[in-house]
């Protein structure tokens, strides 16, 4: 038994686990599991650079972060770094800032190792059941980008692309005309609340040319069980549930139906700031982002032809906890 701690930073949230990880059993138990929404992409689409107020947001998490790790006592740490600290020009000072905090130097790693630790802390667990066909699509929406790793015990192909919810939302539900002269580091405007049926007509043609990048490595018609990861994916899938409180234990492993998914994007498409935050299941953080992180989804659904979605909670978090385990 092994008590590792890992910490996934990406573009809209950054997320701890500490575990205790058995390799001969693989069972891993969770000591702590945690999440903040710091938007450290904040503005990184249009500007190319991490906003200081997006760093020290993300600081201060580590901070917290770092107290955790520290009475758990955990053996090994591995900070992850994903899209929006790959795109950054002041990547360093990102860098320093979490050196200086946990005493490791987050790894900015490629999109396809990303998916690599997703496509690990998703099936790991799936592998062994009868009742869930291979091989797996694993669909992993972060904020910047999305992963797409196709595989049975191991990966057989991997691609990521830039389709995240957080990017989608700031390149296209915003009105130009009444976000002209806002400070750099910021979002350019002010959300079209709800989205003009143009707006939605622009993240589907984004999504769609991504999917068509994706396809060239990642043969997604070959996807016997769809598997998603992340806050776009658990977020939908709590609302199609009818949650009253966020219940990780409800979600995890659940099947949403196609048409479950579509109702819910439309609703999510369809509502004011105001109605999606009134959502009992709504963090905070993704009440912006919520509807392009569904329409994403539903996109992916419907090019892969998948009847459902199987919903992880267990994704990139635990591979990179898998990673320390040896």
């Known amino acids: 038994m092994k008590r590792v701690a890992a910490i996934d930073c990406g573009t809209n949230s950054i997320r701890l686990l500490v575990a205790d990880c058995d390799p001969a059993t693989g069972e891993l138990t969770d000591l702590d599991r945690r999440m903040q929404i710091v938007r450290l992409g904040q503005g990184v689409d249009r500007t190319g650079r991490l906003a200081p107020e997006a760093l020290e947001r993300t600081f201060a998490a580590c901070r917290e972060y770092a107290a955790v790790i520290k009475d758990l006592g955990a ?20 860098v320093r800032g979490v050196m200086d905090i946990l005493g490791v130097e987050p790894e900015v790693i490629t999109g396809d190792q990303e998916a690599e630790f997703s496509f690990q802390g998703a099936t790991k667990e799936l592998a062994g059941r009868a009742d869930v066909e291979r091989p797996f699509l694993v669909v992993d929406i972060g904020g910047g980008s999305t992963e797409f790793v196709l595989g049975d015990g191991s990966v057989r192909a ?169």
């Open 75 to 94: 053996e090994q740490v591995r900070f992850v770094a994903t899209s929006a600290s790959r795109d950054a020009e002041n990547r360093a000072d990102f």
């Open 158 to 326: 991997a691609r990521s692309v830039d389709i995240g919810c957080v990017r989608m939302t700031e390149r296209h539900l915003h009105d130009p005309d009444t976000g002209r002269g806002a400070p750099e580091g910021t979002s350019p405007a002010p959300l079209t609340d709800p989205p003009s049926a143009r707006q939605i007509d622009a993240i589907k043609a984004d999504v769609a040319a991504a999917l068509d990048h994706a396809e060239r490595t990642v043969p997604l018609g070959e996807a016997a069980t769809l598997v998603g990861l992340a806050g776009s994916v658990t977020t939908v899938a709590a609302i199609a549930l009818g949650l009253e409180r966020y219940d990780s234990a409800a979600i995890h492993h659940s099947r949403i139906p196609l048409a479950q998914v579509r109702e819910t994007t439309d609703r999510l498409l369809s509502s004011t700031h105001a109605e999606r935050a009134a959502i009992p299941v709504m963090h905070p953080g993704r009440v912006d982002v919520i509807a392009a992180g569904a329409l994403v989804l539903l996109s992916i659904m419907e090019r892969v032809g998948a009847r459902e979605v199987v919903v992880s909670e267990h994704d990139i978090l635990d591979g990179i906890a898998w990673s320390l385990a040896g």
